[in-house]
């Protein structure tokens, strides 16, 4: 089956990252992966951009860090890059100034989170973790939910003004990112998402219908652009295992070996299932809504891990500086 062209990285890429040679921790690279990828899904949200526009900016953001490292480039910087760069090549335009307002506030959310003292419980056990996930990101509910959490009550924004300096020097960050991100890829920015071989799948299969499947597939395919799956895999594997979790989760019998009309693999698509998983795990979301699975509740001990890693994720996102910072600081309590 042939299958438009979308650059993957590398074997040697995957195994040795520029991040890892530059001694980052995996883990730490994963969770700077999704918390850049969170913040351009956000932004894109705000600003009102397709999920195409979104979808292709956190791929283009993917494939920065397999060929650079959080060393060297900020994950914030490239992130607001990516979109923006995203938005030129889907051809959905926006205004800089609205780009740049919307991370501000962003950004002052997540900062605000981070000014909290240490023993604040981010996270209430009463709220069930796929919104507690939100809340810890930095996203701020409305309505009814507001009141579920009071943390957010103190918090205050003001867009800066016409003229502040805050402008001008995000811009120049902008056009600076945007031109290293084009010329580290090689002017490469071909992205082919996976929500219309998704579709197509399923109306093979019969499944287009039927109640759920496909708005889990889609679900599942957003939240897999969260880890590094969309530039390590083709396209048709993408969309063949977010139909093999959704139909799991939902206990629908699959005809045997139906991936192979897909020219998927039967391990790719498991290593996908697993990487999504897994991020729910890590980051609070271990239930899909509309699915049949049921997760237990983290104990304390777990849910404190979990907020403390999200705490250090979005610290040592800030800048390059707070990687580096970080990195001399665990050198030095090895030796």
């Given amino acids: 089956m042939a299958h438009a062209p979308h650059p993957l990285a590398t074997l040697d890429q995957i195994i040795k990252s520029p991040s890892s040679i530059d001694g980052i921790p995996k883990e730490v690279e994963d969770d700077l992966r999704t ?33 650079s490292s959080l060393y060297s480039f900020g994950v914030n910087d490239i992130s607001i890059s990516s979109l923006f760069l995203s938005t030129k090549l889907c051809e959905t335009p926006i205004r800089l100034r609205d780009l740049i307002n919307t991370y501000l506030f962003l950004l002052a959310r997540i900062q605000y989170l981070l000014n ?9 056990n009463k709220i069930s973790n796929g919104s507690s996930w939100q809340a810890s990101v930095g996203q701020s509910p409305k309505g009814k939910a507001k009141d579920q959490y009071p943390i957010w009550n103190e918090f205050r924004f003001e867009v800066p003004g016409f003229h502040d300096g805050v402008f001008w020097e995000w811009k120049d960050v ?12 090689g002017f490469n920015m071909q992205v082919d998402l996976p929500y219309s071989h998704m579709i197509n799948y399923l109306k093979i299969l019969d499944l287009v219908f039927e109640d759920q499947v496909a708005q889990m ?23 063949c295992a977010s139909i093999l979790l959704a139909t799991r989760l939902l206990r629908i019998p699959l005809p045997s070996e139906w991936y192979i009309l897909f020219d998927a693999e039967y391990d790719d698509m498991w290593t996908c299932c697993c990487h999504v998983m897994k991020l729910y795990s890590d980051w609070g979301l271990d239930k899909l809504q509309g699915s049949d699975s049921s997760g ?15 705490r250090r994720a979005w610290v040592l996102a800030q800048s390059k500086k707070a990687v580096r910072r970080w990195l001399e600081e665990r050198e030095k309590a090895i030796a």
């Avoid at 237990?296 to 999200?310: I, T």
């Fill in 116 to 124: 909290l003292p240490p023993d604040t419980r981010l996270i209430s």
């Fill in 217 to 239: 597939c889609w679900s599942i395919l957003n939240d897999m652009l969260l880890t590094s799956m969309y530039v390590i895999h083709p396209p048709h594997t993408l969309a």
């Fill in 296 to 310: 237990l509740a983290d104990s304390d001990e777990r849910q404190k891990g979990k907020e403390n890693r999200w």
């Fill in 35 to 67: 918390t850049g990828c969170m913040l351009i899904q956000e932004a894109g949200v705000m600003l009102g951009l397709p999920q195409d526009t979104i979808a292709t900016a956190q791929v283009i953001f993917q494939r920065f860090y397999y060929v």
């Fill in 174 to 185: 902008i056009t600076a990112s945007e031109m290293q991100i084009l010329k580290r890829l």
